[in-house]
């Protein structure tokens, strides 16, 4: 059997002052389509799998107001972690929640994750890549992620090394040489020149059996994590379930895993993808107008260009201008405004650490 996790558990700090605690950046329209990130990948999902195998990974906090957005799918298959333990926590409980749930072994479940922030337009190339990466989850003893052909120097994104010219093989998957750290413009230059590289998705596949294997070598005590997890579900019995999740360690799927193991594949993806990281991605997933400038909530621009002006409560309820202003984003909620360069936008979450110190109730 396929089923699909969505990831949705971040709080999205750096869209603040729209992004909160309780209405994180997965529960926002940010792309225009006038959907939600989060009910965006519950559709493309259901492409490839029925709505009772599409499964949220979220915390506690953010558990109900996922059910309220009423994504389709089964209450039930909203997870709902412990505790904060970052993406490897998050996908250890999810497997063993699977498991206990279906009450089948290892060898028969394939996982597809899948994040909650990703732009994809294209449904069609993207579901052609999620069944090409099942399909050799299915038939490799691998771990299978999905690389994006790299179209600019990105320096927010991490990338994947694969062999020298093995790309222009134009095969279905290739083996992935490393993983770099997000790099420096230069790098990233160098990166995309050399043709070996692709953008670290952060979109995984795997036989459960696998993924087992594979963390039983990379980190045993988290593989034996996830069979203590599954015996305490199958047992219903939430305090042990709880102590088992708190002792795991707070660390990502790509340092726990990924990294470590010498059995990864990347698939090419061959269509148009973005990471909604922060306010500037904006300028790619919104249309402009003929001054570059990214618009919503009907601002008045006089003199304006290549800025992002953002009226969340729009002008009925805030009236919002900018004039003269230049590669500015100015974001207008209905308690909090952020101005800043577009070139500072990795920065917003040092705002959320000095209002949270503060004491703010906005965030």
Request: hydrophobic content about 40%; aromatic content about 8%.
């Amino acid at each position: 059997m396929r089923v699909i996790v969505i990831m949705a558990g971040g709080f999205g700090e750096r869209f603040w002052p729209l992004s909160r605690r309780n209405k994180p950046k997965q529960l926002l329209t940010l792309t225009g389509s006038g959907q939600s990130l989060l009910a965006e990948a519950v559709e493309r999902s259901r492409a490839i799998v029925p709505l009772e195998n599409i499964f949220v990974a979220t915390g506690i906090n953010l558990q109900q107001a996922i059910r309220d957005a009423n994504l389709g799918i089964p209450n039930a298959n909203i997870i709902a972690e412990p505790s904060k333990r970052n993406t490897a926590g998050c996908l250890i409980y999810s497997s063993a929640v699977i498991l206990s749930r279906f009450k089948v072994s290892p060898e028969e479940v394939t996982m597809g994750v899948l994040t909650a922030d990703h732009r994809i337009p294209d449904t069609e190339p993207f579901v052609d890549a999620v069944k090409t990466a099942m399909e050799a989850a299915e038939n490799e003893d691998r771990l299978i992620t999905i690389g994006i052909q790299p179209i600019r120097p990105e320096t927010a994104y991490g990338y994947l090394e694969v062999e020298k010219n093995v790309v222009k093989e134009a095969a279905s998957f290739y083996k992935v040489k490393a993983f770099k750290e997000k790099p420096s413009v230069e790098v990233a230059a160098q990166y995309i020149a050399s043709g070996n590289y692709f953008w670290n998705s952060g979109m995984f596949f795997w036989r459960m059996s696998t993924f087992q294997n594979e963390f039983s070598h990379a980190n045993p005590v988290m593989a034996e994590t996830l069979e203590d997890l599954n015996d305490a579900l199958l047992s219903n019995d939430e305090k042990r379930t709880k102590s088992i999740f708190d002792a795991l360690p707070n660390i990502s799927i790509d340092y726990a895993l990924m990294e470590k193991s010498c059995h990864v594949s990347v698939v090419p993806g061959k269509f148009i993808w973005d990471d909604l990281g922060s306010w500037d991605a904006l300028q790619r997933t919104f249309p402009q107008d003929n001054n570059g400038n990214v618009v919503y909530g009907d601002p008045v621009l006089i003199d304006c260009q290549n800025s992002i002006v953002y009226n969340a409560p729009k002008q009925n309820k805030v009236a919002v201008a900018a004039i003269g202003i230049k590669d500015l984003a100015v974001i207008v909620s209905e308690d909090g405004v952020l101005i800043m360069p577009k070139d500072r936008a990795q920065d917003v979450r040092k705002a959320v650490i000095a209002l949270r110190d503060r004491g703010a109730t906005q965030l």
